[in-house]
């Protein structure tokens, strides 16, 4: 590499500090409470995401909550009112039934095409034709 010496036999002084470094034990108090300190803010952080989401998640869970309740009370009140038409529809249904059954049959209306037939009431006369008839015949006489 670029700015090394060749001699890689002969150790610089840089490298004789690193070296020296590297056999020390790193047992010092406050590179163990920077590491820790760095591990809490850490934990820390994932924590507070994590309470970022359940937040989060609570409240689509309440607002989808919400909306599932108006739904319901909306299909409630039209089941309400679906049945409330059913129960309209059944009693216009009866009326139309009682009134046909007040009406005459095609038996009943034979019968009296039959008497009509009969009695022929073309041929009938209004009272008002019998008395002129009447007071003619008698003016007559």
């Known amino acids: 590499m670029e700015g090394e010496t060749e001699f890689e036999s002969f150790p610089s002084a840089e490298?004789?500090?690193?070296d020296k470094?590297?056999?020390?034990?790193?047992?010092?108090i406050s590179d163990y409470f920077?590491?820790?300190?760095r591990r809490i803010k850490v934990l820390e952080e994932s924590t507070n995401n994590l309470r970022r989401k359940l937040l989060v998640n609570e409240q689509n869970?309440?607002?989808?909550?919400?909306?599932?309740l108006l739904e319901e009370k909306a299909t409630l009140s039209e089941i309400n009112e679906l049945k409330k038409e059913i129960e309209n529809i059944k009693r216009t249904i009866n009326e139309v039934i009682?009134?046909?059954r007040n009406?005459?049959?095609?038996?009943?209306?034979?019968?009296l095409k039959k008497y009509i037939?009969?009695?022929?009431?073309?041929n009938f006369v209004t009272e008002q034709t019998v008395e002129k008839i009447?007071?003619?015949k008698l003016s007559k006489q």
């Open 103 to 111: 009406n005459a049959t095609k038996e009943d209306v034979e019968v």
């Open 21 to 28: 470094k590297k056999e020390q034990p790193t047992n010092n």
């Open 34 to 37: 920077i590491q820790l300190s």
């Open 61 to 68: 869970d309440f607002s989808r909550h919400k909306k599932i």
């Open 134 to 136: 009447i007071n003619e």
């Open 98 to 100: 009682s009134e046909l």
């Open 117 to 122: 037939d009969m009695w022929n009431p073309i």
């Open 15 to 18: 490298k004789e500090k690193k």
